[in-house]
């Protein structure tokens, strides 16, 4: 089967063995993914030979030992394991079926909207509260989004006016470019302009850190959630001035990483972890059935499966073109 993995800081198509069916997993094939740009090109630059794509769906071929909530012909969203190949095993918590009515392109988008969905619950943010998201691109768009369709109040931080641009068509009213709009923002619409009740900071760059400007958009006792793959360096006297608290978002939720949830197919009872990472999908989900949110109107590329090497070079000299990039695979 063909699959793409990073290679010498390019990315390229190989052939691997068809993977066989195990217990608690399911066996997909593969008809679109879509890509986390930003995660994967830091992929491509620092770990060769890594598999690319998180985030796919496709139907059933077959299911293994100890899955019972899926059957073979059936449409799935998955979540976790390299999504850029023709067929995935995918572990049985994040195979999720797909709801009537969400187009395969949407669906392709589950795991990016899980990561969305815990970095908000991260945030604890309460009904009609202030988040300021920094940095759009396609995670922090749907973050954006999603935060907006449960009436928060919702500002975005973005130099390019692409992306921007792409706030306001959502109905996101704020969509700044630079700190001194934000400052004036939240001086104008929060309680006696205290600042955001938190910021997530989606930006994706280990050499700078945002901590600190984060902390001073922040009112008092409020908190920081890192969501990007950005440095995490800060004043302590900023912090200790506020009180103010700094997360760190761990992808899709609880169960990420853990070898009990995502191998061996143990579940957390909900009375004890309501969320997963499962869950969160599921959730994602619900919301595109519902129409909630609007995942097409943030699809900027259309690619096949040969084409897709190529466009990691594209998008990285020019970004502000792209947004989300969907993969068929044909």
């Not at 290679?7 to 069916?21: H, K, M, Q, S, Y």
């Not at 620092?46 to 449409?75: C, D, F, K, W």
Request: glycine share 10%; aromatic share 6%; hydrophobic share 40%.
């Amino acid at each position: 089967m063909r699959a793409i993995k990073s290679r010498n800081g390019t990315a390229e198509v190989v052939d691997l063995p068809e993977p066989e069916i195990k217990a608690q997993h399911v066996k997909v094939r593969i008809d679109y993914s879509s890509v986390s740009i930003g995660t994967e090109l830091l992929m491509i630059r620092t770990n060769p030979g890594a598999p690319l794509g998180y985030s796919a769906t496709g139907i059933v071929m077959e299911a293994g030992e100890g899955v019972t909530h899926v059957a073979p012909g059936q449409r799935v969203a998955c979540y976790g394991s390299p999504a850029h190949r023709e067929i995935m095993l995918s572990p049985k918590h994040l195979t999720v079926p797909v709801p009537d009515g969400v187009a395969p392109e949407e669906a392709a988008f589950a795991g990016l909207g899980a990561i969305a969905v815990h970095a908000l619950r991260q945030a604890e943010l309460k009904f009609g509260e202030t988040a300021l998201v920094v940095g759009v691109g396609i995670l922090g768009q749907i973050i954006a989004r999603i935060a907006h369709a449960s009436n928060y109040r919702v500002i975005g931080l973005e130099p390019i006016a692409e992306r921007r641009s792409l706030l306001v068509s959502a109905g996101i009213r704020h969509a700044c470019k630079n700190g001194e709009e934000v400052a004036a923002v939240l001086r104008d619409t929060t309680p006696d302009g205290g600042g955001a009740d938190a910021v997530l900071v989606c930006a994706s760059n280990r050499k700078a850190s945002l901590i600190d400007e984060a902390i001073g958009w922040l009112r008092d006792r409020g908190r920081v959630v890192i969501v990007g793959d950005t440095g995490t360096a800060f004043d302590r006297d900023l912090l200790f001035a506020k009180e103010a608290s700094v997360h760190i978002s761990r992808a899709g939720g609880p169960g990420r990483y853990e070898p009990d949830y995502e191998q061996r197919g143990v579940d957390y009872p909900i009375g004890y972890v309501r969320w997963t990472e499962g869950r969160n999908v599921q959730d994602f989900l619900r919301m595109l059935q519902e129409k909630r949110i609007d995942i097409r109107s943030l699809i900027s590329d259309r690619v096949s499966f040969r084409e897709l090497p190529e466009l990691y070079s594209q998008y990285a000299s020019a970004p502000q073109n792209r947004m989300g990039i969907v993969v068929r695979f044909d």
